[in-house]
């Protein structure tokens, strides 16, 4: 048997290849419940503009109620026949119905309808992520405040560079995905149009309230241009991006616990459930889940560039193409829930080594910048304070001992070749000297001092909840 819903004109029903080939049930099935209200919404205007009946709606509605607890059941027959979701379900309200579900698709074409579909489904799965970014968030400031005083060798170049706190370091992936949560708000709005009423391409004839469809759905506005409306997926592009972007960062974290979890840090443990073990080592303790976020961020990476690809050939309006859409989008917004749902849960478990980061610290010379800044502050010139500095950095490194072992002449001796900077040095440089006075001394907005950082997370909660 042919497609019922187009078969009329053809002379011979398609090969099961062709059949399976251009069939999208099987992954469009998940956007079921949407498509059945954008046809409740559909048939309700319809109805309202006497352009059906008002026992064609009661018909309609009794059985899209019908067919909607047949797929909450699993009890609904998905047919490859039927093609896709929308004339899947198009055919068994015919057959519970009549006359009244052949009469749904007036005023409407699949390229409109998948459209809304699309958009709908694509709102709920930003509402979940916006979600679940918050949890994230809020997982992340109780373990930064937990550590705002907490010394960890910050790095440049994975060269050890200035002491931060701990705390600090965590809220930059705060501030990342603060930018994340934006970016798919904004996405939101521009999805949150209603493309129905486009019908196939040009719009209808019949006297349609697009408006009143539009409010019901709970879309901001109509799509403006009917063209438009049923061939661009620019809003699903832009969720990839943001989804692209987000495991981005989340990728670089994952890098950071790999690494801190490896004995040559040593600075955290993850708990055991987000950790697997050798199948021949029997020691290993190997961090996958932080290597899966790090391995599946490639993965969206691809949906992105397939989406972008899949767009930038194609003329106005409809194309087939575009049924290409809803893998990637689906496996881009699966992957980014489930990532953020870990990471929300694995931040708990982080058991944070303190005394391994503060000894890692000794070993950098962490501090030299802090002693530099004290000569600029007595007078000495910046660059003559930085040659200085490195002269005394040189002395320590023969000795085998950290700018603090020294002693006070000892560290005059070390910079004698820089005029005018050994007589800047009396005892309180030693004060400097220390991790908790570099950590203290930068004490301004954005800055890794402790009361900085703790003032930052208070900044951070309001502006969660504002
Ligand atoms: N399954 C199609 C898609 O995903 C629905 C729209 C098909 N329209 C058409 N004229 N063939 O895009």
Redesign the pocket.
């Known amino acids: 048997a042919g497609n019922k819903a187009w078969s009329g004109r053809f002379s011979e029903p398609v090969s099961d290849l062709v059949k399976r080939y251009t069939?999208?049930?099987f992954f469009?099935k998940r956007m079921a419940e949407q498509d059945i209200r954008g046809s409740l919404a559909h048939a309700r205007m319809l109805a309202r503009q006497s352009i059906i009946g008002d026992k064609d709606l009661s018909d309609i509605e009794r059985g899209m109620a019908q067919i909607l607890d047949e797929i909450r059941a699993g009890a609904f027959e998905w047919s490859l026949d039927a093609?896709?979701?929308?004339?899947n379900i198009e055919r068994r309200l015919t057959t519970l119905v009549g006359d009244a579900g052949k009469r749904l698709h007036t005023g409407r074409?699949?390229?409109d309808?998948?459209?809304t579909d699309?958009r709908l489904w694509l709102r709920d799965a930003i509402d979940q992520i916006l979600v679940l970014i918050a949890d994230f968030q809020r997982n992340l400031l109780t373990l930064a405040e937990a550590h705002a005083d907490t010394p960890l060798p910050g790095h440049t170049h994975l060269q050890i560079a200035q002491p931060v706190t701990f705390g600090h370091h965590l809220l930059a992936y705060f501030e990342m995905v603060q930018r994340d949560a934006e970016r798919f708000r904004d996405t939101r709005r521009r999805t949150n149009r209603l493309p129905l009423g486009s019908a196939?391409l040009a719009g209808t004839t019949f006297p349609i309230d697009r408006e009143s469809v539009a409010r019901e759905l709970g879309f901001e506005a109509v799509c403006e241009n009917s063209l438009d409306a049923v061939s661009d997926r620019d809003f699903a592009i832009e969720f990839c991006a943001a989804v692209a972007l987000t495991m981005t960062h989340l990728s670089r974290l994952s890098e950071e616990l790999i690494l801190w979890m490896s004995p040559r840090f040593g600075f955290i443990d993850l708990a055991d459930r987000f950790t697997t073990g050798s199948s021949i080592m029997p020691q290993k303790k190997n961090p996958d889940v932080p290597e899966l976020v790090r391995g599946k961020t490639g993965r969206v990476n691809g949906h992105l560039v397939a989406l972008l690809t899949l767009m930038k050939g194609q003329p106005l309006a409809?194309n087939?193409d575009?049924?290409?859409?809803?893998e990637p989008l689906f496996d881009a917004a699966d992957t980014m829930i489930d990532t953020l749902r870990i990471y929300a849960d694995m931040i708990p478990g982080i058991k944070v080594k303190a005394h391994n980061m503060r000894e890692a610290l000794k070993l950098g010379f962490a501090t030299a910048t802090d002693l530099a800044d004290y000569l600029v502050k007595k007078g000495l010139p910046f660059r003559d304070a930085h040659e200085a500095v490195a002269l005394a950095v040189r002395a320590a490194e023969v000795r085998n001992c950290d700018l603090s072992d020294f002693t006070l002449d000892e560290l005059k001796a070390s910079m004698a070749h820089v005029a005018g900077a050994a007589e800047k040095l009396s005892a309180d440089v030693a004060a400097a000297l220390t991790i908790e006075g570099s950590l203290a001394a930068r004490n301004h907005i954005g800055g890794t001092a402790p009361e900085q950082v703790r003032a930052a997370i208070a900044r951070a909660r309001t502006r969660m909840s504002s």
């Open positions: 069939a999208s049930v469009d093609e896709d979701v929308h004339l074409s699949r390229n309808q998948v459209a699309i196939a409809y087939k575009n049924q290409e859409d809803k």
